[in-house]
């Protein structure tokens, strides 16, 4: 499958996917200047910028998404950072076949700022989860999740530092095993060819 990530800050977990060797055909960020395209440039990925204040309508916004997407046989998505709502034409047309990475365990903390969030409510226990991308926000069936404790020691930065580490060890393999073929959504069930306990704890 060809992949494109979508992104739109620092590129951490662009770095993660590529790092862990897997190929990545295209990047498109909503930002120009941001730190996840010079990853992109680093590892000699095509990127390229489109920004929302061209457009006066999504869904004019996600037909130039789509056609740079098409332009470059993109099959598969995944989000890491695309701080944009992508319309119901978009999450169709690639069913089962876009991701997103977010820093909670949902459906606790959709939307921003979900680490700061969950830190200043003193949760004793957050984490990340990549689900599929569905029409709604944050929603779409549950993949993977890893839970990550929030000590009674920690600074807002030791949690987020723990969050982003737990994010760049799931993001590649969940990624890899729906390349493969092992992680499928199917009508709206997730099936997991290698067993569901494993993937939904984030244990490989
Ligand atoms: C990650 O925390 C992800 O969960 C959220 O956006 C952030 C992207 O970070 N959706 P980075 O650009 O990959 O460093």
């Not at 047309?93 to 820093?103: E, K, M, Q, S, T």
């Not at 393999?173 to 569901?196: C, H, M, P, S, W």
């Amino acid at each position: 499958m060809k992949w494109a990530v979508l992104v739109g800050g620092t590129g951490s977990n662009l770095r993660a996917l590529l790092e862990s060797g897997f190929p990545v055909s295209l990047v498109i960020s909503h930002r120009s200047g941001v730190k996840a395209l010079a990853v992109a440039q680093q590892h000699n990925v095509p990127e390229r910028v489109i920004l929302p204040k061209g457009y006066a309508e999504r869904a004019q916004y996600d037909a130039a998404l789509a056609s740079a997407l098409e332009a470059f046989g993109i099959e598969a998505i995944a989000m890491a950072g695309f701080l944009r709502w992508l319309g119901s034409d978009m999450t169709r047309r690639y069913r089962g076949a876009i991701v997103n990475l977010h820093p909670s365990l949902l459906p606790a903390y959709p939307g921003l700022h979900a680490i700061e969030r969950a830190f200043d409510e003193g949760v004793l226990w957050s984490g990340v989860s990549v689900h599929f991308v569905d029409e709604g926000h944050d929603t779409g069936p549950l993949i993977a999740q890893m839970p990550v404790a929030r000590l009674v020691s920690d600074t807002l930065e030791d949690f987020r530092g723990r969050i982003q580490t737990a994010e760049h060890q799931l993001y590649p393999r969940v990624i890899a095993a729906i390349d493969g073929g092992e992680v499928q959504l199917v009508g709206n069930r997730v099936v997991y060819e290698k067993g569901e306990q494993e993937w939904m704890h984030g244990h490989f």
